[in-house]
């Protein structure tokens, strides 16, 4: 074992109490994407009956999921992974995609932005092209935003969901169908056969909500998510006036774009 190894496992199990532990375990586990329930309670110096207690509460929280002898942070085709995990993924792709998405932006237009991580990173630069309203049911948007001068910020409402860090429900689809918006940008989990997809059906209700309220709307997509599906059918990629993608998009999963004749902007890295 690697002396750096060592010490983290050291570390690990002078952890008092459940709650810093399972503050460690979610760190390990959004660090790494998965864990297993064995290689945990080694590492924390407890049993695997107090590891299977700690990861309940945690995917309680909606930090992690548990499957057959472990927990990962990772999505799948059902489940997306948890904002912080998002966060932390495929940084240079989504600043890449933001800064081509800003240009389309120009001052005093009313702009509308989902929770997706990828629309935080565009977010980060719309003080460039003020004055600007910016609607946002994203809480981590909504502070980053608040510090911006020539914004008029709107924040939909709703019920407050800690794994996406956002608002959601029949509340903030009634906020969103009652504006009217000149640009809508939003991210999703998967693209391919012309349909944009994502896991869960509370938020694909909130995305198309949002999608109907704006005249033209905008697909933001780290390359990952092309050529991938999900449970829920978002909507048909020609509800956008146009998708962009970072350069470490395939060949392939942009001929797709180009056989559904999709527009497309790719962001250098």
Not at 182 to 206: M, W
């Given at each position: 074992?690697?002396?750096?190894?060592?010490?983290?496992?050291?570390?690990?199990?002078?952890?008092?109490?459940?709650?810093?532990?399972?503050?460690?375990?979610?760190?390990?586990?959004?660090?790494?994407?998965?864990?297993?329930?064995?290689?945990?309670?080694?590492?924390?110096?407890?049993?695997?009956?107090?590891?299977?207690?700690?990861?309940?509460?945690?995917?309680?929280?909606?930090?992690?999921?548990?499957?057959?002898?472990?927990?990962?942070?990772?999505?799948?085709?059902?489940?997306?992974?948890?904002?912080?995990?998002?966060?932390?993924?495929?940084?240079?792709?989504?600043?890449?995609?933001?800064?081509?998405?800003?240009?389309?932006?120009?001052?005093?237009?009313?702009?509308?932005?989902?929770?997706?991580?990828?629309?935080?990173?565009?977010?980060?630069?719309?003080?460039?092209?003020?004055?600007?309203?910016v609607?946002?049911?994203?809480?981590?948007?909504?502070?980053?935003?608040?510090?911006?001068?020539?914004?008029?910020l709107?924040?939909?409402?709703g019920?407050?969901?800690?794994?996406?860090?956002?608002?959601?429900?029949?509340?903030?689809?009634?906020?969103?169908?009652?504006?009217?918006?000149?640009?809508?940008?939003?991210?999703?989990?998967?693209?391919?056969?012309?349909?944009a997809?994502?896991?869960?059906?509370?938020?694909?209700?909130?995305?198309?909500?949002?999608?109907?309220?704006?005249?033209?709307?905008?697909?933001?997509?780290?390359?990952?998510?092309?050529?991938?599906?999900?449970?829920?059918?978002?909507?048909?990629?020609?509800?956008?006036?146009?998708?962009?993608?970072d350069?470490?998009?395939?060949?392939?999963?942009?001929?797709?774009?180009?056989?559904?004749?999709?527009?497309?902007?790719?962001?250098?890295?």
């Amino acid at each position: 074992m690697e002396q750096g190894e060592s010490e983290a496992r050291g570390a690990s199990r002078r952890a008092q109490g459940p709650a810093e532990r399972q503050r460690l375990i979610a760190e390990q586990v959004l660090s790494e994407g998965s864990a297993s329930a064995a290689d945990l309670a080694e590492r924390f110096g407890v049993s695997l009956m107090t590891i299977h207690r700690d990861l309940d509460e945690l995917e309680r929280q909606g930090v992690v999921r548990k499957f057959r002898g472990g927990v990962t942070a990772q999505p799948s085709g059902v489940f997306e992974s948890n904002v912080a995990y998002r966060r932390k993924s495929m940084r240079a792709e989504k600043e890449a995609v933001a800064e081509r998405a800003v240009r389309l932006i120009e001052p005093g237009m009313a702009v509308m932005l989902d929770d997706s991580t990828t629309t935080l990173a565009l977010a980060a630069r719309l003080s460039e092209v003020t004055p600007l309203t910016v609607v946002t049911n994203f809480l981590e948007g909504l502070n980053l935003l608040a510090q911006f001068r020539g914004i008029r910020l709107m924040a939909l409402g709703g019920d407050y969901d800690a794994m996406h860090d956002s608002f959601l429900g029949v509340s903030c689809v009634e906020a969103i169908e009652s504006l009217s918006v000149d640009l809508c940008f939003v991210s999703t989990s998967a693209v391919s056969a012309g349909y944009a997809f994502h896991q869960e059906q509370h938020i694909v209700s909130v995305k198309r909500a949002m999608l109907a309220s704006a005249a033209r709307n905008v697909l933001l997509l780290d390359h990952t998510k092309l050529g991938r599906t999900a449970l829920h059918r978002v909507a048909p990629l020609g509800e956008f006036e146009r998708v962009i993608v970072d350069a470490g998009a395939s060949p392939e999963a942009l001929r797709d774009l180009d056989e559904h004749k999709v527009p497309y902007d790719v962001a250098p890295l």
